[in-house]
């Protein structure tokens, strides 16, 4: 089970544990303010989703719940996330905002991901165009902003694939590879430790099967060779090359 905050065109997911921390970083925050009205609701609304079971903290913000809905309250919401984020782009994030939280660098990264585009569903269900605040900036070095877009879009993409088996219209081969050139695009701007090696890799294999299904079998070895290329991991790059002899050997007959 997961905590899901739907928009109209994708979610952001949370595991329990984690959006149960992320409401009570919400709170922790706001309690800290001297709050007017709409910020008092506000407080109100999150708390009472921190009293229910797991699967019930996220909600739906295309259209927002009717206790948020209101002049003013999402706003501050987006406000609170941006905070939140502010804080999880230091090197040691305040403790005392999470329970049971311990960040590391990759952790925080992958927060920050998800609190990027939470903070755009958020400004998006503001009615008012003029009220909703403008897309915030990490403030992060140059290769941790990298791998923080990577990890947007690699979401993004899980997204639309859970979505996509709930729908009646199949995503196109075409579509598949275009998005696959925009993650290994923004993977190249990242720092190439062993994990964005690994999915580099699966980035390429997976467009080297895409490229297999429109029946540009030159292409679709070219990206396994590369595939093969940058993969650490001895089992999966055997797997890969022999494939490559394999798709290879089938050209040539």
């Known amino acids: 089970m997961a905590e899901h905050f739907c928009g109209s065109d994708y979610s952001v997911h949370f595991s329990n544990g984690a959006c149960e921390e992320l409401f009570w970083a919400w709170v922790r925050l706001l309690e800290r303010e001297r709050l007017d009205r ?22 739906g913000l295309d259209p927002p719940p009717p206790e948020i809905a209101a002049s003013g309250r999402l706003p501050l919401l987006a406000g609170v996330i941006e905070r939140f984020a502010a804080e999880l782009c230091r090197e040691k994030p305040d ?105 580099i890799a699966a980035l390429f294999s997976d467009r080297a099967s895409a490229k297999l299904q429109s029946g540009n079998a030159d292409e679709a070895i070219a990206d396994l060779r590369q595939s093969a290329g940058i993969d650490p991991v001895a089992k999966t790059r055997q797997m890969t090359l022999d494939t490559i002899e394999e798709l290879a050997g089938e050209s040539h007959n």
């Open 38 to 59: 709409e910020g008092t609701a506000l407080l109100a609304f999150l708390r009472s989703r921190l009293g229910r079971a797991d699967g019930g903290r996220g909600f």
């Open 95 to 199: 403790s005392t905002l999470t329970d049971v939280i311990d960040w590391d660098r990759e952790l925080q990264i992958n927060w920050l991901a998800k609190l990027i585009d939470l903070h755009e569903l958020v400004c998006l269900a503001i009615e008012n165009a003029s009220d909703r605040p403008e897309k915030f900036v990490l403030d992060l070095p140059a290769e941790d902003r990298n791998e923080c877009e990577l990890a947007r879009l690699l979401n993004r993409r899980s997204d639309r694939e859970r979505r996509a088996k709930q729908s009646a219209t199949p995503v196109t081969v075409d579509e598949t590879i275009a998005r696959l050139d925009e993650l290994l695009d923004a993977a190249s701007h990242c720092r190439l430790s062993r994990d964005i090696r690994i999915t």
